[in-house]
């Protein structure tokens, strides 16, 4: 069992700033061989933001190229997506993701967050 807490999201007027955390715990011995953050808005897929890839390089979408920036604390498990210029059309559910190795047995496990509501709004 993996567990992945979010937290940081909110309402924000246009032009201003959020930092998200998602933090992934278990009992069990793991590491994490990706990680990044989804959104969703209403009436649409989810969709990728911002993702540590498996060979350790960074995915950004381009619509937050400039503006959002991932980053990680392999010490604490945890990642952040720092969010800045935010603008109306970022108003979203935002999801962590995070692909887990487990090793007693070896197996890998896709993980997702709860979601953090991002509104952006004056």
């Known amino acids: 069992q993996v567990q992945l807490v979010e937290s940081g999201g909110g309402l924000v007027q246009p032009g201003g700033s959020l930092r998200l955390s998602c933090a992934v715990a278990s009992k069990s011995g793991f590491s994490i061989y990706a990680m990044g953050w989804y959104r969703q808005a209403p009436g649409k897929q989810r969709e990728l933001v911002a993702a540590?890839?498996?060979?350790?390089?960074?995915n950004y979408a381009d619509f937050v190229k400039g503006r959002f920036t991932i980053s990680r604390d392999n010490a604490k498990n945890t990642v952040y997506l720092q969010m800045n210029s935010l603008k109306p059309e970022d108003t979203a559910v935002y999801y962590c993701n995070a692909g887990v190795r487990f090793y007693s047995p070896i197996r890998d496990v896709d993980s997702w967050g709860q979601g953090t509501q991002v509104i952006v709004s004056s």
């Open positions: 540590y890839t498996s060979g350790g390089t960074i």
